[in-house]
């Protein structure tokens, strides 16, 4: 079982910077892939961005050049680095980890809301 907890969420105005963190338990943390997620309310939950085990990364068109996503392997924990934010990026951000065998794990979740 991996425990999956993400923090670093809270409220910015338009235009501020967020930094959300997501530490696993594990020691295989190298060996995952990984992914940030959101969801507002009344939608589904969407990917936001994702990294593989061996760096490789992807991101939703909706924030490419304003997030980054990165991952210390000796921290066991994935970083999403969130620039320029705007209201719509008002969500529930979850971490989501699979392991080598296809196993999903989520986070509790972590609210981040972009209001003036």
């Known amino acids: 079982q991996v425990q999956v907890v993400e923090s670093g969420g809270g409220f910015v105005q338009p235009g501020g910077s967020l930094r959300l963190s997501c530490a696993a338990s594990?020691?295989?943390?190298?060996?995952?892939?990984m992914g940030w997620y959101r969801q507002s309310a009344g939608n589904q939950r969407d990917l936001v961005a994702g990294?593989?085990?061996?760096?490789?990364?992807n991101y939703a068109d909706s924030v490419k050049g304003r997030f980054t996503i990165s991952r210390d392997n000796t921290k066991n924990t994935v970083y999403l680095q969130m620039n320029n934010l705007k209201s719509e990026d008002t969500a529930v951000y979850y971490c989501?980890?699979?392991?080598?065998?296809?196993?999903?794990?989520w986070g509790q979740g972590t609210q981040v809301t972009v209001s003036s």
């Open positions: 989501k980890i699979q392991n080598t065998l296809r196993v999903v794990y």
């Open positions: 990294i593989t085990r061996g760096g490789s990364t």
């Open positions: 594990g020691s295989r943390f190298g060996m995952y892939d």
